[in-house]
């Protein structure tokens, strides 16, 4: 039963357009979100996180949406650039969970020129 | 720079055979993980210590078992291997608490024929 959930297997977008990723959860204990993007054949590198008492997050190009309310976050990539063109994990943790995280399904983002 | 060094990136092993999987980190972090990539399902827990000699089961334990001998090193043991065993393979750490990053290694491809 996953509790973390990415419903977009891939994505695909233009070249200095918006990537939109969307990931929903279903535990209410969850309190600390993070973004983590893979290349194949390497590990996943953290990206951008946000705690639940945000609703925004920025860092250069990466903003992560938080609706608390609606178990559901969002990363935008703004402009969207061919370097990443990876597959975007959502992940959650709980206070209590000894910072173990939750992954998502993943989706893979291709940047077309 | 944060280091998690896989041991080996690409194993072939036989059904039945007992397969070990080495990790090691070299910022002295107290926590440490493993997790299994599968398409479709993202990265999935499948141990995790939080000091030497400690372990606690993540979500898919069965047909696992760890080793926590040193802080800086945690290895996987496949006790005895099957095909449904084929994943690639991530190790992870970081400190204790809720919002330290989580720093993965490059992963190991296990192939059980």
């Known amino acids: 039963d996953q509790q973390v959930k990415q419903n977009s297997p891939s994505l695909s977008v233009q070249e200095g357009r918006i990537s939109i990723l969307n990931c929903d959860y279903t535990?209410?204990?969850?309190?600390?979100f993070l973004w983590y993007k893979k290349y194949p054949a390497e590990g996943p590198t953290f990206l951008i996180s946000i705690s639940s008492i945000k609703d925004k997050n920025e860092d250069g190009r990466f903003t992560v949406f938080l609706n608390k309310s609606a178990k559901h976050l969002s990363l935008h990539i703004v402009p969207s650039q061919p370097g990443d063109s990876a597959v975007y994990f959502c992940?959650?943790?709980?206070?209590?969970?000894?910072?173990?995280?939750?992954f998502g399904a993943g989706t893979q983002v291709v940047v077309t020129p | 720079d944060v280091k998690v060094t896989q041991s080996s990136r690409y194993l072939v092993k036989r059904t039945g055979e007992k397969v070990f999987l080495e990790c090691v980190q070299d910022?002295?972090?107290?926590?440490m993980f493993w997790y299994r990539q599968d398409p479709g399902l993202g990265l999935r827990l499948i141990y995790f210590?939080?000091?030497?000699?400690?372990?606690e089961k993540g979500d898919i334990p069965e047909g696992y078992s760890v080793s926590r001998e040193k802080k800086e090193r945690f290895s996987l043991i496949l006790e005895s291997a099957s095909t449904n065993q084929t994943s690639m393979y991530l190790c992870?750490?970081?400190?204790?608490?809720?919002?330290?990053?989580?720093?993965f290694g490059e992963g190991s491809w296990l192939t059980v024929v």
């Open positions: 210590s939080y000091d030497v000699k400690m372990k």
């Open positions: 910022m002295d972090h107290e926590n």
């Open positions: 992940a959650a943790s709980a206070t209590d969970s000894w910072g173990k995280l939750q």
């Open positions: 535990n209410s204990m969850f309190d600390y």
């Open positions: 992870a750490s970081s400190f204790p608490g809720l919002r330290n990053t989580i720093y």
